[in-house]
């Protein structure tokens, strides 16, 4: 027998019925719901008088369009207000564990499920949001839907679906000191470009992918769907193991051993072949920001902002880009002025991302005339700070600390950047108006944005250490 790759195992062992072409019936282990869908989707099921094949496998939990202002209650953001209401309402009555403002357990829906062990190394996870692909990072098979497929998994805890190729990034060598796997994800769209995943599943491995922390892999995961992949996956292993341990969802004892015995088989096969296979060489990796966009427009800090008629075929896309960021050819990116930093979303909202973010912030002062916000992911994540003292160094220093939700990564809660303002966010996405109308975004990683508060504009987080 051929080998097989971990997504393939992962795959077979979801199979509830082979549909031909391609195609097969999935089983679903976990369904995640979140404030822009969850209630609509618990509403269909409603009117079309049916009920949840099976409450105790869907969780659910307000998170994009809930205020992150300080004291904030649901209403805060009105809108939010009536979003938040018909997903408790419809959680309720559907019998589903909801997580509320305030609670243990609220948060960003891909920040909360795996810190909690509800995600687990080997199930499949899905939610109607494309950054789904985070849980992959510990071993799950995680993707978003859409909000019929959604209500087809309320329904009957399965869906149909056609298995994409597999390809594997190989990222060997190792990560210099203050390079990130923000820096690493930012690197490999920008040098394979933002289509190059598509109607793939893509495995990261080699000895730079092991030397991550989990968190890292999270991130990681987070931005393969930047890549134009649905999946994003990172073999589970020791270290994966023994973060799972002890998570509230997590089993526990002799059924937490069966399951870590499982997990350790969750790997490629020697002999497993690959549709298609890319290597990144780590060690050249530098902390990294985008300059368009688009997250493929990614560049080393100490780089120039590339001249469009070097793009080739996209030599249109990148002059609309570069005008639209008011940027100009063979500049610096570096001492790029900026005037709006966001340290949070699901792709950088940890506490490992806001220790690094805070190593950057002792000691010194958000520079004049730059807002700086920090949103922690979940409310586990916004204690564990305010246990270490985070949250007063962040105030100190001159940021915001503000309440956990998806903020001004996404925009649909009223936390706009200004038209015209720039900012430096470590969420995924830049793309034209996504924090705001008119908005002009750099992706970067926690240690980049929070020097660019300090400093004022894009600087090298290494000159501050």
């Not at 996504?434 to 894009?458: N, W, Y």
Request: glycine share 12%.
């Amino acid at each position: 027998m051929a080998g097989r790759t971990l997504f393939d195992k992962l795959w077979d062992a979801h199979v509830v019925r082979d549909l031909g072409d391609g195609w097969a019936l999935l089983h679903i282990d976990r369904h995640l719901m979140h404030d822009l869908g969850g209630g609509p989707g618990f509403a269909e099921i409603a009117a079309r008088g049916l009920e949840l094949h099976d409450p105790g496998l869907t969780f659910a939990t307000p998170d994009h369009a809930v205020s992150s202002q300080p004291g904030r209650v649901a209403t805060t953001f009105p809108l939010g207000g009536r979003l938040h209401a018909a997903l408790r309402d419809g959680a309720k009555s559907a019998g589903v564990q909801f997580f509320d403002l305030g609670a243990p357990g609220q948060g960003i829906v891909h920040v909360m499920a795996p810190e909690l062990g509800i995600v687990l190394p080997g199930l499949s996870v899905v939610c109607t949001d494309s950054h789904t692909c985070t849980n992959g990072g510990i071993g799950a098979l995680a993707f978003g839907i859409g909000s019929s497929e959604s209500v087809h998994v309320l329904a009957t805890q399965t869906l149909r679906q056609q298995k994409p190729r597999r390809m594997r990034i190989r990222c060997e060598g190792t990560l210099a000191s203050g390079v990130t796997a923000k820096d690493l994800a930012l690197h490999i769209i920008g040098r394979l470009g933002a289509a190059a995943g598509v109607g793939h599943a893509v495995e990261f491995a080699g000895p730079a992918i092991e030397a991550l922390e989990v968190e890292a892999r999270l991130t990681l995961c987070n931005l393969a769907v930047e890549l134009g992949a649905r999946f994003g996956l990172v073999a589970p292993d020791e270290r994966t193991i023994a973060w799972v341990a002890g998570r509230p969802w997590a089993p526990e004892g002799a059924a937490f051993e069966a399951a870590a015995a499982y997990w350790r088989k969750l790997t490629t096969d020697p002999d497993a072949v690959f549709d298609s296979e890319e290597t990144i060489d780590a060690s050249q990796v530098a902390p990294t920001v985008t300059w368009g966009t688009s997250p493929e427009h990614a560049i080393a800090i100490d780089a120039a902002v590339p001249d469009p008629a070097t793009l080739g075929p996209r030599a249109q896309e990148g002059a609309a880009a570069l005008a639209y960021m008011g940027l100009q050819p063979n500049a610096p990116i570096a001492g790029t002025p900026v005037d709006w930093v966001f340290i949070g979303s699901c792709a950088n909202s940890r506490l490992s991302d806001l220790r690094a973010a805070a190593q950057i912030a002792r000691g010194r002062k958000v520079a004049s005339g730059v807002k700086a916000w920090v949103v922690p992911g979940s409310e586990i994540v916004k204690r564990a700070a305010e246990a270490e003292g985070l949250h007063r160094l962040f105030t100190e220093a001159g940021f915001e600390w503000r309440e956990p939700g998806c903020s001004m990564c996404v925009a649909a809660n009223g936390e706009q950047v200004p038209p015209g303002q720039r900012s430096v966010s470590t969420s995924n996405r830049n793309f034209v108006g996504r924090q705001g109308p008119g908005a002009r975004t750099h992706l970067a990683s926690p240690a980049v944005a929070a020097a660019a508060a300090i400093a004022g504009c894009i600087i090298d987080p290494r000159a501050l250490r």
